[in-house]
């Protein structure tokens, strides 16, 4: 007998996975009070990255992500720097930030080319002309080393929290 | 630990969040507050371009009550805003900071 839903199955990717470096990108990163562009690299260079692709501001997917992200404050006993990306633009992703009250900045990239370097692109269905990255957390090292890997293989997928925990605390 | 920008002003030292980021040579000295499609902004990108000097632009909200990093740095919610670390100076208005950047490094390109 069929399910009466459908959680959409995603296609095979090539994503960047543990031992790989990440490709590196400038985007306009956004804080609570502005936004300046910032390289990925700038960031990995203090710290160790947990970068974290999500659907765009106002999805609910992007709100349960980072109701979680934002409850677990894992910046707060680990040496982690917790950075979005979406195509939402900076001026979603401010309300987005004050709204959720979030401690945490994003990248705004509405060309979704860096989720296509990460080749985490979803394409979806009914909104023309538009695409945006899977839900994916990668863990990267001050060199921007892959130490953890995530990457949504279906559509709503959410990523494993108590995975992305134990790597931190592995590092 | 949260992204708090760059490089640290003195300014935002006393308010900011407890995060400090390590600045390069290669970090431009000049930070410039600005409001997308803003023409006073645009003028003062326009006289930093032409003296071929680096900047950061740093992006705030159209609403001036959403601009308090602003207002902590010049004292007032206004933008453009400049901050020159290279010489310690911090101002507002447009035309104040034109003069500014023509004769600080006017006649040295």
């Not at chain 1, 910032?38 to 980072?66: E, K």
Request: charged share 25%; net charge negative.
């Amino acid at each position: 007998m069929a399910r009466d839903f459908d959680v959409v199955e995603l296609g095979p990717t090539d994503h960047p996975t543990a031992g790989d470096v990440a490709p590196d990108f400038t985007r306009p990163l956004v804080g609570d009070e502005f936004w300046e562009d910032v390289s990925l690299s700038d960031l990995t260079a203090a710290s160790p990255v947990l970068l974290v692709f999500h659907p765009m501001d106002g999805s609910f997917p992007a709100t349960y992500i980072w109701n979680e992200l934002r409850d677990r404050a894992w910046d707060a006993d680990h040496d982690v720097t917790v950075v979005g990306l979406s195509i939402s633009t900076p001026y979603a992703h401010k309300r987005f930030i004050h709204e959720r009250g979030l401690e945490y900045s994003l990248f705004s990239d509405p060309g979704n080319a860096v989720a296509d370097a990460y080749d985490v692109v979803n394409d979806l269905d009914g909104m023309t002309g538009i695409s945006e990255p899977r839900p994916a957390v990668f863990l990267l090292d001050e060199d921007r080393t892959v130490r953890y890997a995530w990457v949504a293989e279906a559509w709503p997928d959410f990523p494993d929290y108590d995975a992305v925990e134990s790597a931190l605390s592995a590092g | 630990m949260r992204y708090a920008g760059l490089t640290r002003h003195s300014d935002e030292a006393a308010d900011g969040p407890s995060m400090s980021h390590p600045s390069s040579d290669t970090d431009p000295t000049i930070t410039l507050y600005r409001l997308q499609a803003c023409p006073f902004c645009e003028r003062v990108v326009r006289r930093l371009d032409e003296l071929g000097l680096d900047y950061r632009s740093r992006f705030v909200e159209p609403m001036h009550s959403s601009r308090d990093v602003v207002k902590r740095l010049t004292g007032k919610r206004t933008v453009p805003a400049i901050v020159d670390e290279r010489t310690g100076v911090t101002m507002s208005e447009s035309a104040q900071i034109v003069a500014y950047l023509e004769a600080t490094y006017g006649g040295k390109a």
